[in-house]
């Protein structure tokens, strides 16, 4: 199409221009004032100048119309995927784009918004709006169409302002859903092993009333089931009974017309940590590897050491009065008896039997240790003898029992196949291919065979140190006396520190040193899964925040170790499980993710966006795609079934055709015309 319109191309600056027509408005006002003869015929001159110097010109314009743009955003997140939502969303959009593509003048572009991998970021339209139309100039816009749920998490209140264009909602859905969903509340972050911690909940479900039963689970087993009145807050005690993170999940069950289960579950990690390790170390006879056991303890400020030591042979006599021998009476009886669960774990170096232990005390520590206590022993040659622990009621604790042998000779301890594929054991200094060899040790204790686990062995496959759960507690067993040798770096020395270390911590059930342990983790969209103890491949179940289940083969590798990697693109909280019973947890992000916490449709996020910018919202259930229509600017853009989109009437111009009205010849002749007739009337 064309377009004319007139333009000027002034020869000199428009204020020279303005001073030329004042100074002739002022010599033409003056001629009528003294009503001269030819006056009118000058200011016609002087206007033909003016107009000259103006440079009048005529444009022609070549104009081609650019059609305006419809932006459709399609919500594609997982809440879409509740009932007959993607179905709603689909049948939509087709009927949309066949409706737009009969109007004249209408260009429409449709955006897909899906969840951002590892994100918890929730239904982000309106930023995947501004992104599809960034190369659009607002003059083009005709209006903005919304197929979702109406769960968007990022409304602001001057978007729709900007955009100066109407915005319009189809909501997926139904109105009046029901779902129930689990909401939880202040938890501790961190809590003392052996304390309780308290979880707030909330069971929500909009338009029910009475109560809900909770299933509780801690670390993937059942702990609880509680009835908890709905939409009202409530508590929980847990026991922390570990150090590291206590993951409690918590599930509601199912509630009438409920629209999907994925939100009424959740979870809450919390790291036990201990206040302070008490430990009890119980020596007998002196010897080097004493104070090795002692430094050791000492060295971690974490621990408080209570040491128990006979300082005196049993065959010496000393007549002094006892209560000249010390100050204070050592507190056996407090210690043994009142005080005995407090201990986070027992050490024995070397102790005999010498009557100042009652036998009820050994009774007590079996006890400790069958009710959830740890015992590390380290043997020398009294474990062989009648008075060593084995002939005390420890014996029903103790992995291994003495043969009455002591080998005293030099070895080389030897990592078991079982020890290679012990986290006790693993990745220690010297048990990894082109290690330096460990030291040698000086003597081992023989015992007949040994329950549980045995890491090390010794001379003639022996074992050497032992690992054994009794009843709820566990005891370690280390059969030689000459440990210290690797403290002083006999012939390269060994791993001594570490080792001690992990044995310690395993007997205080660490969830890392676990030989079963089954962990997961989400890291860069990828759930990591590492199960201990496999002697075959595995076969893991996997399932995702939404519920959809899946399964990952797990392949087992030299040291017992299956490992397997899945996609995770999901943010919140995922389940594996193994075929023995086994369970980890793994959080993407939030374990309750802000896209699955609220499922219900519905409108009042966006209706506030509706009416600020004249757009509609239409129950696609109810009313199903309303009628479109092309409506000037400014004027009403939608009604009870209709859709209204501004036409913007926007252009590119091709080309310019330009035409001076007022010729630079045709001007010197009116001009010049003028000032002949002047002149004559003039000389008349």
């Not at 807050?233 to 409690?248: D, F, M």
């Not at 392949?555 to 017992?560: I, N, S, V, Y």
Request: with cysteine.
């Amino acid at each position: 199409m064309s377009y004319t319109s007139i333009a000027f191309a002034p020869l000199f600056s428009w204020p020279v221009i303005g001073g030329f027509g004042i100074a002739a408005l002022l010599l033409v006002g003056i001629g009528l004032w003294r009503k001269a003869s030819g006056t009118w015929l000058r200011a016609l001159v002087l206007a033909a100048l003016l107009a000259g110097l103006a440079n009048p010109r005529l444009l022609a314009e070549n104009r081609t119309s650019i059609a305006d743009v419809a932006l459709v955003v399609v919500d594609e997140t997982p809440s879409q995927a509740i009932g007959e939502r993607r179905a709603q969303t689909q049948a939509a959009l087709d009927e949309l784009t066949r409706r737009a593509a009969l109007l004249k003048g209408l260009e429409v572009r449709i955006e897909h918004v899906g969840s951002e991998p590892g994100s918890d970021r929730g239904t982000r339209l309106f930023e995947a709006a501004e992104r599809a139309l960034a190369d659009v100039p607002r003059r083009r816009l005709a209006g903005v169409t919304m197929i979702t749920d109406g769960r968007v998490h990022d409304v602001p209140a001057d978007l729709g302002r900007s955009l100066g264009a109407p915005i319009h909602t189809l909501l997926t859905g139904a109105p009046n859903e029901r779902d129930r969903r689990l909401v939880p509340g202040a938890s501790p972050a961190f809590a003392l092993v052996g304390e309780t911690a308290t979880l707030a909940f909330r069971v929500e479900d909009q338009g029910g009333k009475g109560e809900a039963v909770v299933a509780v689970r801690v670390d993937g087993q059942p702990f609880a089931a509680i009835t908890v009145p709905l939409n009202r807050e409530a508590t929980l005690e847990v026991p922390i009974r570990h150090a590291g993170p206590n993951v409690v999940e918590l599930e509601a069950e199912p509630g009438p017309g409920e629209l999907s289960l994925v939100n009424n579950r959740t979870a809450l990690s919390i790291s036990g940590v201990r206040n302070r390790l008490k430990v009890l170390l119980v020596s007998g006879e002196p010897h080097a590897g004493e104070r090795t056991w002692r430094n050791l303890l000492k060295s971690d400020p974490a621990v408080d050491l209570v040491h128990f030591t006979i300082l005196r042979p049993p065959d010496k006599d000393d007549q002094t009065p006892i209560r000249e021998m010390s100050l204070i009476s050592f507190p056996v009886r407090e210690l043994f008896e009142e005080k005995l669960s407090e201990f986070d774990l027992i050490i024995f170096d070397r102790f005999r039997r010498r009557g100042v232990l009652a036998p009820a005390y050994y009774r007590n520590l079996a006890r400790y240790v069958q009710g959830g206590g740890a015992l590390l022993a380290a043997l020398g040659p009294e474990f062989a003898e009648a008075d060593g622990i084995a002939a005390s009621a420890l014996a029903d604790v103790l992995p291994a029992l003495p043969t009455g042998k002591r080998l005293d000779r030099e070895f080389r301890p030897r990592l078991t196949e079982a020890g290679r594929r012990h986290p006790v054991m693993s990745g220690l200094a010297g048990t990894r291919p082109g290690d330096a060899p460990w030291g040698s040790w000086m003597r081992q204790m023989e015992v007949g065979k040994a329950r549980g686990t045995t890491l090390l062995s010794g001379i003639d496959d022996h074992p050497l140190v032992v690992l054994d759960r009794v009843g709820e507690g566990r005891v370690a067993m280390v059969l030689s006396d000459t440990l210290w040798l690797w403290a002083r770096g006999w012939e390269g020395g060994g791993p001594h520190a570490e080792m001690t270390r992990r044995l310690a911590h395993w007997l205080m059930k660490e969830p890392d040193l676990e030989e079963d342990a089954l962990t997961a983790s989400v890291e860069n969209g990828t759930l990591s899964i590492v199960a201990r103890g496999a002697t075959a491949a595995l076969e893991a179940a996997i399932t995702a925040p939404d519920g959809t289940q899946a399964s990952l083969s797990l392949e087992p590798d030299q040291d017992g170790v299956a490992r397997g990697a899945s996609n995770a693109a999901q943010t919140g909280l995922w389940r594996v499980s193994l075929p023995d019973g086994r369970v980890a947890l793994a959080a993407s992000g939030s374990a309750t993710p802000v896209e699955l916490a609220e499922l219900t449709a519905t409108p009042d996020r966006l209706a506030p966006v509706a009416k600020a910018t004249g757009g509609t919202l239409t129950w696609l259930a109810e009313h199903g795609v309303p009628e479109l229509r092309r409506v000037a600017p400014g004027s009403v853009t939608g009604g009870p079934g209709w859709m209204g989109f501004a036409e913007r009437g926007d252009y590119v111009v091709d080309g310019v055709r330009e035409i001076a009205l007022l010729p630079a010849l045709l001007g010197l002749f009116l001009c010049l015309g003028g000032l002949l007739i002047a002149w004559r009337n003039e000389t008349r």
